[in-house]
């Protein structure tokens, strides 16, 4: 920079999920010409000189990495800036994958958000950055940085406390969290309920930093099948839909709310999605956003509905969860967190409105010991099965693909137990012939085709509940089960996944065993009058 060029702009990139006490005094000094960038070289700044505070994974929320939604870290920097008098400019830009090209992406993102009001010239413009690697970037592209927090100590001669451990501390339920904060931080924070959000998110013993049920699952395809399989779905559950509002629990990306805003009978309807993945409500909001839904009175909430309710106590007339209920099996504490989660459904619904599931189920019978008779000539017979944990999932999916049938067992032998958690006994009798409970061989026979997901598929159970089960779970929460409910076989997956390549005998008396039942629906109602309507009490998760 020439030395009588002046710093008309402060880059200050980062995810500012707060804004430090030590953040706004620097800036001061900064703007004051106190302060040396990382050559040690005075940066004398304009008297306009501007703050241009780049807010990165703005579209990312409700994840540890970034707990505090976008447009709440936007507003906090508007009204600390604006109490502290800091001439400053907020921007947005939207998470990307690491990339070395990432500040150029941050400041075309702030060039052409402004309308290039503000053009990011090295010749007046300095970073503020304390990460190594990023400043490493910004002086690639011949901007001079000076390190914030990187290159300056508190009182004690320590380097001074980053937004992160502030972060870290209010999760963490330490209240010194406030002393490192800009004193208008606690009252923003309060006002929009985001110390219960950051505790709430660090807390969640189920989702990943990337606010996912499982890193080993490729969204791509299991939103793509979850499209395929919504218009199937909502005839099925079409008839029992009550209007009003509605939920659909596990929404994935909206395909089953598509069709529910484009009912006529239901256009007057609130149709609210919930999903615990990031990736899967992103992409709903975004369809939102193209005008995809026929009823503009479409929500979309991530949240993750093992740590409690959703939705305010007897204000939904229609619940609906496709393929979600095995996962709240398989991911929390097994069948009683389907208990827990029955009696929240039962709570938030409207005396005489209704849940609609619709999942995989066990076998009637489960306990039966069987053999399963499997193909082993239709791929691959390695002699041992492979520790799958370190493979890329393309390199997964490929290497499942490939095996037979008969080795795909053995290896979902290795791979489930551990995954699940669940107890799996197998015992090849003979060659291809395996002795196993009726409840194992659905559990296989019911997973083997998702080559595509198999470690994430592999931590799931498809078996925990039958449809007696799902009939007992269900008056015990206190729904009253429609005759339209009952368990049933999926006749598709006989003919096309199950009988071309396997075959089920009596362990004992070798008779052939019929494929059992794979599916439940159930249509379950809270009553008009029940205990708790009638001034009586029941207990509740």
């Known amino acids: 920079m020439p030395p009588d060029l002046l710093v008309r702009h402060v880059l200050f990139p980062g995810r500012h999920h707060l804004v430090t006490r030590f953040q706004v005094d620097y800036l001061r000094a900064l703007r004051a010409g106190l302060v040396s960038d990382l050559d040690g070289v005075p940066v004398r700044c304009s008297p306009d000189a501007v703050v241009v505070w780049a807010v990165t994974s703005a579209n990312h929320a409700g994840t540890r990495r970034n707990p505090v939604p976008g447009h709440r870290r936007e507003a906090l920097i508007e009204h600390v800036t604006a109490v502290e008098h ?18 150029h992406l941050v400041t075309t993102t702030v060039e052409t958000a402004t309308g290039h009001a503000v053009t990011l010239d090295p010749r007046d413009t300095v970073v503020a950055c304390s990460t190594p ?20 100590t508190d009182a004690h001669g320590e380097p001074p406390a980053r937004p992160w451990d502030a972060v870290g501390l209010l999760a963490a339920g330490d209240p010194t969290w406030t002393d490192v904060a800009h004193p208008a931080v606690p009252g923003f924070f309060r006002r929009y309920g985001l110390e219960a959000q950051v505790a709430q998110v660090f807390a969640d013993p189920v989702v990943s930093g990337d606010g996912d049920l499982t890193a080993t699952r490729d969204y791509r395809t299991y939103a793509a099948a979850f ?29 089953l709310l598509e069709l529910v805003a484009a009912e006529l009978r239901l256009h007057e309807s609130d149709l609210f999605g919930v999903d615990v993945a990031r990736h899967l409500v992103a992409e709903a909001e975004h369809k939102k956003t193209q005008g995809v839904f026929a009823n503009p009175n479409v929500w979309f909430v991530q949240a993750n509905i093992l740590r409690g309710s959703v939705m305010p106590e007897r204000s939904v007339d229609t619940t609906v969860t496709i393929a979600l209920t095995h996962e709240i099996s398989s991911y929390g504490d ?25 999942d995989v189920c066990g076998p009637a019978d489960g306990d039966r010991t069987v053999h399963l008779t499997l193909r082993d000539d239709d791929g691959a017979r390695p002699g041992v099965v492979t520790d799958l ?27 489930f137990p551990r995954l699940s958690g669940a107890k799996l006994d197998v015992d090849e009798v003979a060659p291809g012939t395996f002795r196993v409970t009726l409840r194992d061989a659905m559990e296989f026979l019911t997973t083997k085709d998702y080559a595509d997901n198999w470690l994430s598929e592999c931590h799931e159970r498809f078996c925990d509940l039958d449809g007696e089960a799902w009939a007992d779970l269900l008056g015990d929460a206190g729904f009253e089960l429609g005759p339209e409910s009952g368990a049933w076989r999926n006749e598709w997956l006989v003919e096309h996944s199950f009988a071309p390549v396997a075959s089920l005998t009596d362990a004992v008396t070798g008779e052939t065993v019929d494929w059992p039942d794979t599916h439940v629906l159930t249509v379950a109602r809270r009553p008009e009058l029940d205990p708790v309507s009638a001034g009586g009490s029941r207990n509740r998760a």
């Open 389 to 415: 944990d370190t493979w890329a999932r393309p390199d997964v999916a490929a290497h499942v693909r490939g095996l037979s049938t008969a080795a795909r067992l053995r290896q979902f032998a290795y791979d």
């Open 86 to 103: 800091l001439p400053s400019i907020v921007v947005p830009v939207p998470d990307v994958a690491p990339h070395p090209r990432f500040a």
């Open 227 to 255: 499209e395929d399989a919504s218009r199937r779905k909502w005839e099925q559950v079409r008839p029992y839909v009550r209007p009003g509002r509605i939920v659909d629990i596990g929404c994935a990306t909206g395909g």
């Open 133 to 152: 690697e990023v400043i490493a970037a910004y002086q690639d592209l011949g901007f001079r940085v000076v390190g914030v927090e990187l290159d300056a």
């Open 334 to 358: 097994g069948v009683v967190d389907v208990e827990r989660f029955a009696r929240r459904v039962l709570a938030h619904t409207r005396p005489g409105g209704v849940w609609i599931n619709s």
